[in-house]
Nanobody, 120 residues
Framework: QVQVVESGGGLVRPGGSLRLSCAAS????????MGWYRQAPGKERELVAR???????DYSDSAKGRFTISIDNAKNTVYLQMDSLKPEDTAVYYC??????????????WGQGTQVTVSS
């Protein structure tokens, strides 16, 4: 079993910052991909940022230059630092964990989501 738990959401004013955290636990492997998706009301879920193998990073166009994904391997925790937040960043943010080896490789494990609201 794998558990993925996010934290750090909340209400922030436009131009402000938030840092989301996501911890993976249970039957996890060191070679993995962890990422962040978001879903705004009435919209499809979209990729925000992803860190693969602890090295390769991918960002959506809207996240580039404002958001930074990083990982603490010792804690199996990935972070999303969000700066210069805009009202259109308001969404539920979900963390994902994907093992890249082992019998569960390729499976995507989702967290429960954390609400981020950007409003004045």
């Amino acid at each position: 079993q794998v558990q993925v738990v996010e934290s750090g959401g909340g209400l922030v004013r436009p131009g402000g910052s938030l840092r989301l955290s996501c911890a993976a636990s249970g039957s996890i492997v060191s070679i993995n991909a962890m990422g962040w998706y978001r879903q705004a009301p009435g919209k499809e879920r979209e990729l925000v940022a992803r860190l693969t193998g602890g090295r390769r990073t991918d960002y959506s166009d809207s996240a580039k230059g404002r958001f930074t994904i990083s990982i603490d391997n010792a804690k199996n925790t990935v972070y999303l630092q969000m700066d210069s937040l805009k009202p259109e960043d308001t969404a539920v943010y979900y963390c994902t964990y994907v093992p890249l080896l082992g019998r569960n490789r390729g499976n995507t494990y989702w967290g429960q989501g954390t609400q981020v609201t950007v409003s004045s």
